[in-house]
């Protein structure tokens, strides 16, 4: 029931992260193509980052279908990884409005990595948790794995974005990539439930 | 219970599509009753994504309920459904503030294509997940008439708002309508359950 | 399980529409007392229509817990009053940025009677549908006698209005008032299930 | 499951009151660092705001899995805790927009003192109309104890503010730590459940 509850809120949560981003994509007072096309860097941060909290959801999602005991230092290292991800609202908008300019690319790669972290956190949290559960640590190999690449893709997304923001932008959107792909444990142990 | 959670997002989403949007009919600085009428174009733009998101989710909710199984194809199928029904609130506010001029008729015809081919994908992904569910296939083959007919429809709205808005708009507003009118096969599959 | 997904998506709603009116409070740029004073009148519609809000949410709630099944007609019904209840931020907001202009108090308390009668379009469709259901027509009872006074009171509302603003909100405030008198049946009827 | 619509209403309330906050925090339409930095003190206020809120989402998560009994009382309550949480979003963006001006942080302070008022008569209600719930008594010990020590910090960081904003701050801050240590008893409650 607690477990409900905390992917209750978290859903709510992500849920409104995800839509409010549409409300910085203001409407242009004119009905001119132009005005359109003065629009598509900010229409083009909000798919990045649209992509980035469904990863999100979809992975805190399978983790939280595998434990069936939460305590207080979930809670916390949820709420953590909560507020990172409440922030990219902000970053999105900053890139979309200043056309990826450089030091906007180097914040959002900055704050991936801070919601990577606190992903990380969670994980660890968790497993202290509920050792001896199979599936979680199952899924726990496979995330890690993938948040480790990230980590490291991410930092080098920040170094890189100093020479070529472009570059940093793609490294950025093939790690999105990496987790798209199915993976076929996680596949597995939901076909199993 | 992973079914159950996805509903919740979905939910979340189309709440939160369906009350920002109101957001965008900004309160006049003054109490004349000129600055309402002023604002009836924002209204009835207002009015019609309202009830093209309330269709969606009336929808949505009756297909989640003929199915049981949930793979990472209908993950990803719905959150890519949830992604162009997010961009509603742009466009609605981009017809309502410019007087459903032609171009932002355009692009919201245009949209409401991209959110019943995404809806269509999804019917798919959920078919081949769920081969052998007979009231999920009853649901598909009224669905998808009702889609096909949307589609058709819309693209014809497109070319037509170039020659006359008003009658594009007329295009819209009836297909909404279609999906109003009940299902006699959905409304007898509720009551069976 | 289609009443429970009924019941989120509304809560979903309310809980945005209650909460996003808080928006329309603009932050002042400057920290003087007087900056404060100027934002009374906003505060103070704020309050009324999230009491309205809570009412309507407390309403509800008892409402569908009387019930067991749901059809599209309920589905609709329910759908249109969220319509009318989503427009109660912007009515909130003219209402308080032009300090209860007259204007703003009729389009207010017409608003209040929409929402109302849109209340009462859903309790005679439930009826309809749910026949039979001894606790829904004893809450059923209870709840149109308090309508039906609102209706009228809301009606004279928009009247006075136009002779006296003041008296207008007095009557206002004094039917929320009477919704939140606990009526002993309904709390029975809660203390039974 | 009235007490579960109560908890899903109150969640989708605290969601979007801690997500809706960020919308404070605008993008600066300049790509410098010093666009940033002039954020920071909006980025302080939200992030003491948003560690307020979770504290209480937290709290009420506890409160409410010890109960099983829901009157009108609880729900009126509590919908007067969820109306002075939700004018922390506008406290805090006057907060952060002023630098946290004395009179700001007056503000803050008070509202603080509000909920904690609210939430306190939340405790009284639950406890008389949930006589005789061991589990129930031993969580009201605790948190009356922590929120007398709240109510008595935050209403000296009232006085102290007309002194110096600075140390009004660091008691605000103080107190929330204190709520943040997790609590044996509380801990051991959730285990047994």
Partial sequence: MTKNRLEAFSDGVLAIVITIMVLEMKAPHEASWESLIHLLPVLGSY?????????????HHHLMHTISHVNSGILWANTHL???LSLIPFATAWMGENNFAQNTIVVYALLLNLCGLAYFILLTVMKNCNAGNRKLLDLLKHQMRKGMISLIAYTTAIGVAFVSPLIAGIIIV????????????IERSIKEN
């Fill in 47 to 59: 798919i990045i980052s649209f992509l980035m909290i469904a990863i999100y959801w979809g992975n």
């Fill in 82 to 84: 909560l507020f990172w």
């Fill in 174 to 185: 093939v790690v999105g990539i990496i987790w798209l792909v199915p993976d076929r444990n």
